[in-house]
Structure formats: C-alpha cells, structure tokens
C-alpha cells in the first residue's frame, strides 16, 4: 500500500488497497441490464469517479459514504475525464478510520481562525442593532459553522468551506469600500454574514463537511425562504427595527439575481447589489482555481457543469 493521492492518478495506472473517502455511492443499471456501482471518490487534493462493473443485485446497500474504503484498480479515461475501474473495495477498519480528516477537503484556514475572523467583523459593525443580530446568529451556530460546507456539490463544498466563503466576501467587501466611500459597509457586512446562513438548514452535513442529503426543510423550502423566516424570529431578539429587517430580509432575498436563480425580487439598493456580484465572483473564482488544479498550463477543460457551464483554460503566461 503505497500513498497515492487523487492528484496522483494517471490513465494506466494500476492501483492496490489505497485510501479513499467514499464521498458517494449509487446502485445502477446498465444498458445490457447488468448492475454496476457509480462512486464518488475524495482525498484532500481531489476527487475521481469510480465504476464497480458487474455489481449484484443487492450491491447497494453496503457501502456507507464519508468512511474511508481501501481500493484496489485500474486508472482509466472516460469522455476525457480520468475514472477508477474497481476491482476491489472494502471498507477500511476502524483505527484507520480515525484519521479521516486527513482525507478530507477542507479550506486552506482553520475554521477557528476563519469564526475569528468573521466574530472582528461582527464587531467593526457600528450599528448595535445589526452587530447585535449577527452576533447573536453567529454564537448560536458557532458549533455547525465549524465544519459546515457552503454546498452540496458545487463552490466551496469542503469541510469549513461555508466560513472561507463568508470570510473572502468579507475582505473583498472591506476592500470594494475603500474604493467606493458611499458603500454602508454595515449593511453589506450584516447581508454577507448572513444571506447564505440558513445552509446550514437546507442541508445535512457531518462533522467531516459532507453533505449526505438536503434536510426537509430545505427540498421543500430552501435556504433562501428558510433565511427570510429565520431572520424574522432573530430580528424581534436583537430589537432590530422594522426597515433595518426589511432591508436584510431584502439582501437575502434578492442575492441570487434573478428568479431562474432563485431569488424573486432583483436588488434594489446599491448593498443588495454587491452583495449579489460579491456572492457571484468568489463562487466563480473558486471554481476557476479548483479546475485549474487538474489542468496543465494551456490546458482546457472539458465543460464544467452546474457551476461555469463552460470549458475552461489555464492560461500559460509565460509563453
């Protein structure tokens, strides 16, 4: 057993009992009628598709996701995508389980650092009104804000990724205020620390930032409508007046733009509107850094789904 990462594998590569985190699992039928596993491979450099050909019937219902499985198989190419031929897959046993967090994405900052970080914001809001609201949403989810990832699937989905999210929008937020002096910086902090917060009950993630399911809650509702609700109860607690809620409740609201996005009322105030583009660019600038990671410089990239919905380059500046 040797120490080979995802960031490792090449096409013909022949690997043996090497640890992954079974990040996800799907029992399937092929074409010819014949069952096959789909899976979803991750360790902290990346992440690999795997197929399990040949599967039983009842294959399923064995694997169990955010556990750490020895894999044994070949490196293959599908559609210009590197994928795992599984031979062999079992689950590891329980003292290798306890070093888990080794595997696992996480953000570049320790997530004590990042809650830190975004706490010295809270406390650089003027208004008590609004620093009281943050404060009071912050303390009551320190514990989930922790590990929680910002998505399922998408930008910043490791562990911590919820925190690294807020705390870049926070620093591009402070930054975009020295050069635009007439930005309430109050309000742009208090809609960027709180516009997304109720991810963290639209889905459920383990204290490993992986996100096994969307709650109740959140399929029927979504964390857009879940934080508008959420926001109501906590702006009675912390005193916060009528126009200051509408105006927060409005930032959450109005954040994803347009209603294909999810969000019914476009911004209508310069704070909803940064918010939005502030929201829009670190998703983006995270999901170009994440495809460049597998790209060889002047490489492109087969199209990026869901998120870019492009192909992507990685330009080679030296040339």
């Given at each position: 057993?040797?120490?080979?990462?995802?960031?490792?594998?090449?096409?013909?590569?022949?690997?043996?009992?090497?640890?992954?985190?079974?990040?996800?699992?799907?029992?399937?039928?092929?074409?010819?009628?014949?069952?096959?596993?789909?899976?979803?491979?991750?360790?902290?450099?990346?992440?690999?598709?795997?197929?399990?050909?040949?599967?039983?019937?009842?294959?399923?219902?064995?694997?169990?996701?955010?556990?750490?499985?020895?894999?044994?198989?070949?490196?293959?190419?599908?559609?210009?995508?590197?994928?795992?031929?599984?031979?062999?897959?079992?689950?590891?046993?329980?003292?290798?389980?306890?070093?888990?967090?080794?595997?696992?994405?996480?953000?570049?900052?320790?997530?004590?650092?990042?809650?830190?970080?975004?706490?010295?914001?809270?406390?650089?809001?003027?208004?008590?009104?609004?620093?009281?609201?943050?404060?009071?949403?912050?303390?009551?989810?320190?514990?989930?804000?922790?590990?929680?990832?910002?998505?399922?699937?998408?930008?910043?989905?490791?562990?911590?990724?919820f925190l690294y999210h807020i705390t870049t929008m926070l620093?591009?937020?402070?930054?975009?205020?020295?050069?635009?002096?007439?930005?309430?910086?109050?309000?742009?902090?208090?809609?960027?620390?709180?516009?997304?917060?109720?991810?963290?009950?639209?889905?459920?993630?383990?204290?490993?930032?992986?996100?096994?399911?969307?709650?109740?809650?959140?399929?029927?509702?979504?964390?857009?409508?879940?934080g508008i609700c959420y926001i109501g109860e906590m702006a009675?607690?912390?005193?916060?007046?009528?126009?200051?809620?509408?105006?927060?409740?409005?930032?959450?609201?109005?954040?994803?733009?347009?209603?294909?996005?999810?969000?019914?009322?476009?911004?209508?105030?310069?704070?909803?509107?940064?918010?939005?583009?502030?929201?829009?660019?670190?998703?983006?600038?995270?999901?170009?850094?994440n495809a460049y990671e597998t790209l060889e410089k002047g490489?492109?990239?087969?199209?990026?789904?869901?998120?870019?919905?492009?192909?992507?380059?990685?330009?080679?500046?030296?040339?």
């Amino acid at each position: 057993m040797g120490d080979i990462k995802v960031t490792d594998l090449a096409t013909g590569m022949e690997i043996k009992k090497q640890l992954f985190v079974l990040w996800n699992s799907e029992h399937r039928k092929a074409s010819n009628n014949k069952y096959y596993m789909d899976f979803m491979f991750k360790d902290q450099t990346g992440e690999i598709n795997g197929k399990k050909w040949d599967a039983d019937p009842n294959e399923g219902s064995q694997y169990e996701t955010g556990v750490l499985y020895y894999i044994t198989g070949r490196v293959t190419e599908f559609q210009g995508n590197l994928q795992l031929n599984v031979s062999y897959i079992t689950k590891a046993p329980e003292e290798i389980q306890k070093r888990i967090a080794d595997f696992v994405p996480s953000a570049p900052f320790p997530s004590e650092d990042m809650y830190k970080k975004a706490l010295t914001y809270i406390e650089s809001i003027k208004d008590e009104q609004l620093r009281r609201l943050c404060y009071m949403v912050y303390k009551q989810y320190e514990e989930q804000l922790m590990y929680y990832p910002a998505a399922k699937v998408l930008h910043h989905s490791v562990r911590g990724g919820f925190l690294y999210h807020i705390t870049t929008m926070l620093d591009v937020a402070k930054a975009l205020s020295a050069v635009y002096k007439e930005i309430n910086t109050d309000i742009l902090y208090t809609g960027i620390l709180l516009h997304d917060i109720m991810k963290l009950r639209e889905m459920d993630s383990n204290e490993l930032g992986i996100v096994t399911d969307y709650s109740l809650e959140g399929q029927l509702m979504g964390h857009i409508e879940i934080g508008i609700c959420y926001i109501g109860e906590m702006a009675k607690k912390a005193g916060l007046s009528e126009n200051k809620e509408l105006l927060i409740k409005h930032m959450i609201l109005s954040h994803h733009n347009i209603p294909e996005h999810g969000s019914t009322k476009m911004p209508m105030f310069l704070e909803a509107e940064l918010l939005h583009h502030i929201d829009l660019m670190d998703a983006r600038v995270y999901d170009f850094n994440n495809a460049y990671e597998t790209l060889e410089k002047g490489a492109i990239s087969e199209r990026i789904v869901y998120s870019l919905e492009r192909r992507v380059i990685r330009p080679d500046f030296d040339k």
